[in-house]
């Protein structure tokens, strides 16, 4: 089975800076999706940002990039000239892609929560 | 506006009830999911649902029941048999399979 990984409990970083999340995921499949969802106070997930296991350019987003290594099943959160309402838990997640129709749910780390400082 | 709803926001349980809990999208999605968020933890699968009238089980399907009778509507029961529902219950679509999934705004279960 697959599992995803977060080590950091908490991250902290200042205003304008740039902080990484961490992320690890364990699979024995080639091909699947990485996501990275923000959870703000009022709980609402909202999508950050997606990788698909096939494409080697790392996903970006305007100031959120990933550093995604196949190999050592590492995928990065990078969130540059940080701003006070980046503050949130941020949660990795893994999708398989399917082989058939009944279709995979998402797989979550525990999350990170990250704090931002003026 | 498209988007993803659910209700209540609050919900309060008396021990041995059965409640249900909303979701409803517009958004013309095929896949429905419903999660379940602890303090400390990561989001867990209960059911999700690829098309109307069918529906699989998740990792923690059991005290839970669903249905899928309307492309747009996947509600979920929290029967007695949950012996510990208090949680952030969180619904979401996607257009296919393979899609990036979308959330609702959730809805906090306390059992009084």
């Known amino acids: 089975a697959q599992t995803v990984t977060q080590s950091q409990p908490e991250m902290s970083v200042q205003e304008a800076e740039t902080v990484t999340l961490s992320c690890t995921y364990d699979?024995?499949?080639?091909?699947?999706?990485l996501f990275w969802y923000k959870q703000p106070p009022s709980r609402q997930m909202i999508l950050v940002i997606r990788q698909e296991a096939y494409k080697q350019q790392n996903a970006t987003e305007n100031r959120f990039s990933v550093n995604f290594q196949k190999a050592a099943k590492s995928f990065s959160l990078k969130i540059s000239d940080s701003q006070l309402g980046d503050a949130a838990m941020y949660f990795c997640?893994?999708?398989?892609?399917?082989?058939?129709?009944?279709?995979?749910?998402?797989?979550f780390g525990k999350g990170t929560t990250l704090s931002v400082s003026s | 506006d498209g988007g993803i709803t659910q209700s209540p926001k609050y919900l309060f349980r008396k021990e041995g009830q059965n409640v249900t809990l909303s979701c409803e999208q517009n958004?013309?999605?095929?896949?429905m999911y419903w999660y379940r968020q602890d303090p400390g933890q990561g989001l867990r699968l209960i059911y999700y649902?690829?098309?109307?009238?069918?529906?699989q089980k998740g990792d923690i399907a059991e005290g839970y029941s669903v249905s899928r009778e309307k492309k747009e509507s996947f509600p979920l029961t929290v029967t007695s048999a949950q012996k510990n529902p208090t949680a952030f219950y969180l619904c979401?679509?996607?257009?296919?399979?393979?899609?990036?999934?979308?959330f609702g705004p959730g809805t906090r279960l306390t059992v009084l």
């Open positions: 958004l013309n999605h095929d896949a």
């Open positions: 979401a679509s996607s257009i296919g399979r393979t899609d990036t999934q979308y």
């Open positions: 699979t024995s499949e080639s091909d699947y999706y």
């Open positions: 649902s690829q098309i109307v009238n069918d529906f």
């Open positions: 997640a893994y999708r398989s892609v399917p082989f058939n129709q009944a279709g995979t749910a998402l797989i």
